[in-house]
């Protein structure tokens, strides 16, 4: 499960059309925070960091 939702994240993370806030919310996430913490968790790096390093 963690691995499709990381893919999914990374996909959105990579459109600049889709906010951080934006994506959590595409993905089912209760709030930004807990997307945040899921995806640094998984990545090692922030959501703003990983949609920083890709444009």
Known sequence: MDE????E???YLQNPAHS???VAELLSFSD???????FK???G??????KKGKQ
């Open 4 to 7: 499709y939702l990381l893919i």
């Open 9 to 11: 994240a990374k996909a």
């Open 45 to 50: 790096i922030s959501p703003s960091e990983f």
């Open 20 to 22: 951080i806030q934006n």
């Open 32 to 38: 930004q925070a807990a997307f945040c913490k899921f």
């Open 41 to 43: 968790r998984c990545c």
